[in-house]
């Protein structure tokens, strides 16, 4: 994929690259889904610093937000999946299609205990089972994307058309 000035290799070959979730889940897809990964300074994994540092363009990297929805008591989460350029319209597009009376961000302590990846690596896969992964559609349409690998020290890349395809995906105009 060469995006950036990173050294990328097979995902599937530096599953210890990966937190333990996520190495489940790239097993998962197998290697004709063309993920890869990349070690990178775990005090640069933010996105502005990242791609500033690795020579990634903004609306090459792809951020993960994990949305608390709740209605009648119940909470529900779930992923969205945006570029770096863009905002995910939480209190509009993504309230509305999960049905929720109230939505916010997921507080940091809780995404991180139910995912088992680390904060500011959390990414679409390998999240629990039943949480939906609402993909923006520039981010599916996307050749190759960078997004997390579930720990600070380490970045995927792989086709937007992958995420898309996660069994759990749903592709929706989500940036405002």
Same mark, same amino acid.
């Given at each position: 994929?060469?995006? *950036?000035?990173?050294?990328?290799? +097979? &995902?599937?070959?530096? #599953?210890?690259?990966?937190?333990?979730? !996520?190495?489940?889940? $790239? /097993?998962?897809?197998?290697?004709?889904?063309?993920?890869?990964?990349?070690?990178?300074?775990?005090?640069?994994?933010?996105?502005?610093?990242?791609?500033?540092?690795?020579?990634?363009?903004?609306?090459?990297?792809?951020?993960?937000?994990?949305?608390?929805?709740?209605? *009648?008591?119940?909470?529900?989460? +779930? &992923?969205?999946?945006? #570029?770096?350029?863009?905002?995910?319209? !939480?209190?509009?597009? $993504? /309230?509305?299609?999960?049905?929720?009376?109230?939505?916010?961000?997921?507080?940091?302590?809780?995404?991180?205990?139910?995912?088992?990846?680390?904060?500011?690596?959390?990414?679409?896969?390998?999240?629990?089972?039943?949480?939906?992964?609402?993909?923006?559609?520039?981010?599916?349409?996307?050749?190759?994307?960078?997004?997390?690998?579930?720990?600070?020290?380490?970045?995927?890349?792989?086709?937007?058309?992958?995420?898309?395809?996660?069994?759990?995906?749903?592709?929706?105009?989500?940036?405002?």
């Amino acid at each position: 994929m060469g995006i *950036g000035t990173l050294g990328w290799a +097979a &995902a599937g070959e530096r #599953l210890d690259l990966l937190a333990e979730p !996520v190495a489940r889940a $790239v /097993r998962e897809l197998g290697p004709d889904a063309g993920a890869q990964v990349a070690e990178i300074d775990p005090a640069l994994a933010d996105t502005a610093a990242f791609c500033e540092r690795y020579g990634v363009r903004l609306d090459e990297s792809a951020n993960c937000v994990i949305v608390a929805a709740r209605r *009648g008591g119940e909470v529900r989460y +779930a &992923a969205c999946m945006v #570029l770096a350029t863009t905002r995910a319209d !939480v209190n509009g597009v $993504v /309230r509305r299609h999960l049905d929720a009376r109230k939505i916010s961000f997921a507080p940091q302590e809780d995404a991180v205990r139910l995912t088992g990846m680390e904060y500011g690596g959390i990414t679409p896969l390998g999240l629990p089972e039943g949480w939906p992964v609402l993909v923006d559609e520039a981010v599916a349409a996307h050749p190759g994307v960078v997004i997390g690998s579930g720990v600070r020290h380490s970045k995927l890349a792989l086709a937007g058309a992958a995420l898309a395809g996660l069994k759990s995906a749903e592709v929706l105009r989500l940036a405002n």
